[in-house]
């Protein structure tokens, strides 16, 4: 079967224009989105979505995101990452499994309503996480686009999802903001190097493989710049599957933490991976295609 995303396979890099739709929907008056923004995350593959939640919805967020800090022990010890070189947690994936408030969240209609929109078809959390940059010691996370890993390690057929970080802590100019390069979703970037087994066990602290080379890099950078959008919790990025983005570390004292989740189409589902000999495993890349959402209400009474 003819692949369109080939990804670290051969010994240069390519740069392969997209083959499929940005935002699968038109626009239409009942749209959750503006014409402008759907036009926005169509052209430039990001969108900045302020005021979604309330107050007491943002302290709702901010109060269970301490508690899954603070006591990890109730977590499967699998799914929490730590930076390299200290015990500072790093990433906590599947939070929607393991946290009522986060599964409310990733169901709510003003995220899954927005990814469902987009994507023109019902979806499902292929992956959800806590990225958690804590002051001083917050490492970075090099550019990439997320379609690669998704297509080449997991199986995901074809660029027809999205993620959506909501920003848990101000993300500030300086305690390592996402950076997006606007319009390079056009663009798929072939990686160079053999996926080496159980890649996601280093990946997840420090990806080298399924990153895109300097050259490559600087290509889309100069063409289109970048950018690092900031704002106070509650914020929400939500940018298309094979944006290329990255940030960098905190050497500040103030803390960044986000929720990142990641919807698929359920059209879209994982089949084998495209570039690896074994699937990650469902904590990382779910193989649960239920749809989600969407459900209506305030985030804090429904959770309870
Ligand atoms: O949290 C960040 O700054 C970037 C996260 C990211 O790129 C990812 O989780 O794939």
């Avoid at 969108?47 to 603070?70: G, M, N, W, Y």
Wanted: hydrophobic residues 35%; glycine residues 6%; negative net charge.
């Amino acid at each position: 079967m003819h692949d369109p995303y080939p990804s670290r396979r051969a010994a240069e890099p390519e740069l392969l224009p997209r083959q499929d739709p940005v935002a699968y929907s038109p626009w239409r008056s009942d749209a959750p989105l503006g014409k402008e923004q759907v036009e926005q995350f169509d052209r430039e593959g990001y969108l900045v979505l302020h005021d979604l939640f309330d107050a007491s919805e943002v302290d709702a967020l901010q109060d269970e995101t301490r508690l899954l800090l603070a006591d990890p022990s109730s977590l499967d010890r699998e799914t929490i990452i730590t930076e390299r070189g200290s015990d500072e947690v790093r990433s906590i994936f599947a939070i929607h499994e393991q946290s009522h408030m986060m599964a409310r969240l990733a169901a709510d209609e003003r995220l899954a309503g927005i990814a469902s929109f987009l994507l023109d078809d019902a979806v499902y959390i292929h992956q959800s996480r806590l990225n958690y940059k804590p002051g001083f010691k917050g490492k970075e996370f090099y550019w990439h686009s997320d379609f690669e890993t998704w297509h080449t390690e997991d199986g995901m057929p074809r660029m027809r999802a999205l993620s959506m970080s909501v920003l848990l802590a101000e993300n500030t100019p300086n305690n390592g903001p996402l950076m997006v390069i606007p319009g390079s979703h056009r663009t798929f970037v072939t990686c160079v190097g053999e996926t080496p087994d159980d890649h996601y066990r280093m990946s997840l602290k420090k990806q080298e493989y399924g990153v895109p080379d300097d050259l490559s890099l600087a290509v889309l950078a100069h063409k289109h710049g970048i950018v690092a959008p900031t704002g106070k919790p509650g914020t929400v990025i939500l940018f298309d599957c094979n944006t290329m983005h990255g940030s960098n570390g905190n050497i500040t004292p103030f803390p960044r933490a986000n929720a990142f989740l990641v919807y698929n189409a359920v059209s879209n589902r994982l089949q084998k991976p495209f570039g690896a000999e074994k699937p990650r495993p469902p904590f990382i890349a779910a193989r649960d295609w239920e749809p989600i959402g969407p459900r209506r209400g305030n985030l804090r009474r429904e959770a309870a």
